[in-house]
């Protein structure tokens, strides 16, 4: 379909400390399996999605949530001809710099950050985390990715402005990401819109008559179901409506992207990047939809009082544990604490609390503070 597009082998513009080609796997094979065997990585097991790890053994975390969206992602990039391992890679690396507890620990974090005239966005964090602060080699500081990879890290989702700082200046400041980045975006948002709603039905806190009484089209799945599969239990109902989304969605992906491509006349991958728009783009039918399923999940499943409850609780916890650590930066971990040397505390300070687990916060705090 636009296989034209596709990021090959020869537009790679390289990494920043040259290393000699492997003898079996391409730049970016190796790059994926970098991100897969980072410490980070494995760490977005002990990371909330929505529900709080505990609850249930069968709710998304932020590692079941990177695969379903790497599924996603790769079904596009295939369908479309796209480079599929570039594309893997970056799904794989999307949440990589979330901190503990979701969004609402990176508007914490973030916060706390602009006391000191800085910021934290999980995005910049993620590159911060590939660039400098996995230790995995003699060489060099952090995975020594490709500059498309790290490219896609920080623009999958947000444009680096023509006027960028210095910081931002080497990605390519004013212009689109390559495809196989954009729909990232697009395959994050299909990926947990379905999945949340599944764990919200499991967890009791809507029903498949809610969905059908907020999303038309699932009003529509839902009639043909209970027609075609006469007696099946409420749980059975939901998949075959959560199927009918999944396929809904990421069918407009695919439609979308390629309406806009062929209007937009671009024949390379380099004209992806000329472009005033992006391309990646839902059917309107899509589009409405999810825009649905995100007005239902935001009234009925992110608002609800015990989830707005245990946040509250979570983040009080990470206030306190920050306001500690700037006081007695000694208490970071010995791999942080050697930073102090180069870096302000309340920079390392904030890529410990940024790593940490879930779960490992809170045993911090109270090991620390009681």
Same mark, same amino acid.
């Given at each position: 379909?636009?296989?034209?597009?596709?990021?090959?082998?020869?537009?790679?513009?390289?990494?920043?400390?040259p290393? *000699?080609p492997?003898?079996?796997?391409?730049?970016?094979?190796?790059?994926?399996?970098?991100?897969i065997?980072?410490?980070?990585?494995r760490? #977005?097991e002990?990371?909330?999605?929505v529900?709080?790890?505990g609850? @249930?053994d069968?709710?998304?975390?932020?590692?079941?949530?990177?695969?379903?969206? @790497?599924?996603?992602a790769?079904?596009v990039?295939a369908?479309?001809?796209?480079?599929e391992?570039?594309?893997?890679?970056?799904?794989?690396?999307?949440?990589?710099?979330?901190?503990?507890?979701g969004?609402?620990?990176?508007?914490?974090? $973030?916060?706390?950050?602009?006391?000191?005239?800085? @910021?934290f966005?999980?995005?910049l964090?993620?590159?911060?985390i590939?660039?400098e602060l996995e230790?995995r080699y003699?060489r060099f500081?952090?995975?020594?990715?490709?500059?498309?990879?790290?490219?896609g890290?920080?623009?999958h @989702?947000?444009e680096? *402005?023509? $006027?960028?700082?210095?910081?931002?200046?080497?990605?390519?400041?004013g212009?689109?990401?390559?495809?196989?980045?954009?729909?990232i975006d697009?395959?994050d948002e299909i990926a947990?819109?379905?999945?949340?709603l599944d +764990?919200?039905v499991?967890?009791?806190?809507?029903s498949?008559e +809610?969905?059908?009484?907020d999303?038309?089209f699932?009003?529509e799945?839902?009639e043909?179901a209970?027609t075609?599969f *006469?007696?099946?239990s409420?749980?059975?109902r939901?998949?075959?409506?959560?199927r009918?989304?999944?396929n809904?969605?990421?069918?407009?992906?695919i439609e979308?992207?390629?309406?806009?491509?062929?209007a937009?006349?671009?024949?390379?991958p380099?004209?992806?990047r000329?472009? &005033?728009?992006? #391309?990646?783009?839902l059917?309107?039918?899509?589009?409405?939809?999810?825009?649905?399923l995100? &007005? #239902?999940l935001v009234n009925r499943?992110? &608002?609800?009082?015990?989830?707005?409850?245990?946040? &509250?609780?979570a983040?009080?916890?990470m206030?306190?544990?920050?306001?500690?650590?700037?006081?007695?930066?000694d208490?970071?971990?010995?791999g942080?604490?050697?930073s #102090?040397?180069?870096? *302000?505390v309340?920079?390392?300070?904030c890529?410990?609390?940024?790593g940490?687990?879930d779960g490992?916060?809170?045993r911090?705090h109270?090991?620390l503070?009681?």
């Amino acid at each position: 379909m636009l296989g034209r597009l596709r990021l090959g082998p020869t537009d790679l513009r390289g990494r920043r400390f040259p290393e *000699p080609p492997h003898p079996y796997r391409n730049d970016l094979q190796r790059d994926r399996d970098r991100i897969i065997h980072s410490r980070a990585f494995r760490r #977005l097991e002990g990371k909330t999605q929505v529900f709080a790890a505990g609850l @249930s053994d069968h709710f998304r975390n932020r590692l079941t949530h990177t695969i379903e969206v @790497s599924q996603v992602a790769r079904t596009v990039a295939a369908t479309l001809q796209l480079n599929e391992e570039y594309t893997e890679t970056l799904a794989l690396a999307h949440d990589l710099g979330h901190p503990p507890f979701g969004h609402v620990g990176e508007k914490a974090l $973030d916060e706390h950050m602009r006391r000191f005239g800085s @910021s934290f966005e999980h995005n910049l964090h993620a590159l911060r985390i590939v660039d400098e602060l996995e230790e995995r080699y003699a060489r060099f500081h952090g995975l020594n990715l490709t500059f498309e990879v790290r490219e896609g890290i920080v623009k999958h @989702s947000r444009e680096v *402005p023509a $006027d960028a700082g210095p910081d931002m200046r080497e990605f390519l400041p004013g212009k689109r990401p390559l495809l196989e980045a954009q729909i990232i975006d697009f395959a994050d948002e299909i990926a947990y819109s379905v999945a949340d709603l599944d +764990d919200a039905v499991a967890a009791g806190l809507i029903s498949l008559e +809610d969905i059908a009484g907020d999303v038309p089209f699932a009003a529509e799945i839902t009639e043909a179901a209970d027609t075609q599969f *006469p007696g099946a239990s409420e749980r059975v109902r939901f998949w075959e409506v959560q199927r009918q989304l999944m396929n809904l969605l990421v069918g407009g992906l695919i439609e979308g992207t390629v309406r806009a491509a062929n209007a937009a006349g671009v024949e390379r991958p380099e004209d992806v990047r000329s472009l &005033s728009h992006r #391309l990646a783009q839902l059917t309107p039918e899509a589009a409405e939809v999810k825009a649905q399923l995100r &007005s #239902l999940l935001v009234n009925r499943v992110y &608002s609800f009082a015990k989830l707005v409850e245990e946040r &509250s609780a979570a983040i009080r916890k990470m206030n306190e544990l920050f306001e500690y650590l700037l006081a007695h930066p000694d208490g970071v971990s010995a791999g942080y604490r050697e930073s #102090l040397e180069n870096a *302000p505390v309340h920079r390392v300070v904030c890529d410990y609390i940024a790593g940490m687990t879930d779960g490992y916060l809170r045993r911090i705090h109270a090991e620390l503070l009681g």
